[in-house]
T-cell receptor, first 114, second 112 residues
């Protein structure tokens, strides 16, 4: 299957700082990338959908100015958590998809804000 | 809202077949049934998908009822590494509504 990577796999940051998470499709070009968030013992919640070269579409309740998404190329999307707070601590997972094909997920990034 | 219903948990003996049910009584004609699994602290892994015919790949088999209102994922010889949360998701193959909506899934525990 297709491979999607995320970097970093885990990060600890102080409250008020910003953190950037990268998502790469390693062996295919992804027309669409998705960002999910997962709190402990809960299911994945879609945060936003991004298509290469266009603005991301955010789900209701997700602040676009806090969670900045850039999809600069067909193989790279980044999520920046700005002014992070402890309640932003979560498991962030990206997925990448070719046109009309399955979504493939990255391994996730564990963010802890102290 | 998730359009599927799954039991919250199931156990299976190692080496035996694991049969995971899913109800999707409101599935539309253009929606496929997808199965993903998530091993603890990892990203979800695609398993299989189907429209109305039974499907099989190297990981699993998918049996969809004739009325398409339910399906069963079969892991023919479960191993300890198959312990995970299994998600059944319905989504169209094309169009703007192709995002995946994850429900609560089924926690499968394979017992030694």
């Amino acid at each position: 299957g297709a491979v999607v990577s995320q970097h970093p796999s885990w990060v600890i940051c102080k409250s008020g700082t910003s953190v950037k998470i990268e998502c790469r499709s390693l062996d295919f070009q992804a027309t669409t990338m998705f960002w999910y968030r997962q709190f402990p013992k809960q299911s994945l919640m879609l945060m936003a959908t991004s298509n290469e070269g266009s603005k991301a579409t955010y789900e209701q309740g997700v602040e676009k100015d806090k969670f900045l998404i850039n999809h600069a190329s067909l193989t790279l999307s980044t999520l920046t958590v700005t002014s992070a707070h402890p309640e932003d601590s979560s498991f962030y997972i990206c997925s990448a998809q070719r046109e009309n094909a399955e979504q493939y997920f990255g391994p996730g990034t564990r963010l802890t804000v102290t | 809202d998730a359009k599927t219903t799954q039991p919250p948990s199931m156990d299976c003996a190692e080496g035996r077949a694991a049969n995971l049910p899913c109800n999707h009584s409101t599935i539309s004609g253009n929606e496929y049934v997808y199965w993903y699994r998530q091993i603890h602290s990892q990203g979800p892994q695609y398993i299989i998908h189907g429209l109305k015919n039974n499907e099989t790949n190297e990981m699993a088999s998918l049996i969809i009822t004739e009325d398409r209102k339910s399906s069963t994922l079969i892991l023919p010889h479960a191993t300890l590494r198959d312990t995970a949360v299994y998600y059944c998701i319905v989504r169209p193959l094309s169009g703007s509504a192709r995002q995946l909506t994850f429900g609560s899934g089924t926690q499968l525990t394979v017992l030694p």
